[in-house]
């Protein structure tokens, strides 16, 4: 089975923080993908990446960088935490951007302080 | 602005029934969409993807349409079960997710 793993499952950060969430992917897939997930909203984009060193915008990347210096493996980065970007965190990984289901990993769910 | 939508924030039905749940989008010309279960503290789970020249989809008690004249997806599970309670999504081009249905199968 494809296995999407987060680095951690709970986070508490203070406001101003640099923080990094980690995401690694075992299956070769080319995509990734982070989105953020709050009550009402349903999950929304932030980053996408459909090959090594390569990154697009989703709809929210306002706050946030992204990187992927090896196939597996995508951060996410909030340059300076802030209380607004407390949320549940997901990654997924896809085959192909089209035509594929999603693999999403359990979660990392951040709380700036 | 592209919208997807899914007009039920919860659904609740007795076991062995059918449910069914919707969802609609605008703005947007989809290849396909997906269809996505979520838990409770969980990612979403894949579960089954249409594309737009397909009418139907089936995979065991589940069944997804998706008329793009109305620009609607529907997912329908048969003989529901409790086991079958959770959160589902639906997914244009895993882009844009609607805000989820909670369906809850009582016994």
């Known amino acids: 089975d494809v296995k999407v793993t987060q680095s951690s499952r709970y986070l508490v950060k203070r406001t101003g923080e640099k923080v990094f969430l980690e995401c690694v992917q075992d299956?070769?897939?080319?995509?990734m993908f982070w989105y953020r997930q709050d009550p009402g909203l349903g999950l929304r984009l932030i980053y996408f990446s459909y090959d090594v060193k390569m990154k697009e915008k989703g709809d929210i990347p306002e706050g946030y960088s992204v990187s992927r210096e090896k196939k597996e493996r995508f951060s996410l980065i909030l340059e300076s935490a802030s209380t607004n970007q407390t949320s549940m965190y997901l990654c997924?990984?896809?085959?192909?951007?089209?035509?594929?289901?999603?693999?999403f990993g359990s979660g990392t769910r951040l709380t700036v302080v | 602005s592209q919208k997807i939508e899914q007009n039920s924030e919860a659904l609740n039905i007795q076991e062995g029934k059918t449910a069914t749940l919707t969802c609609n989008y605008t703005n947007y010309s989809p290849a396909y969409l997906q269809w996505y279960r979520q838990d409770p503290g969980r990612g979403p789970v894949f579960l089954l993807l249409?594309?737009?020249?397909?009418k139907e989809k089936r995979k065991e008690r589940l069944k997804v349409t998706f008329d793009t004249t109305l620009k609607q997806s529907l997912f329908h599970i048969t003989a529901s079960q409790p086991a079958d309670s959770a959160t589902y999504l639906c997914a244009l081009r895993g882009m844009r997710f609607g805000a989820g249905t909670r369906l809850t199968v009582k016994p």
């Open positions: 997924a990984s896809s085959l192909q951007i089209d035509s594929y289901g999603y693999t």
């Open positions: 299956m070769d897939h080319e995509n």
């Open positions: 249409i594309r737009e020249n397909e």
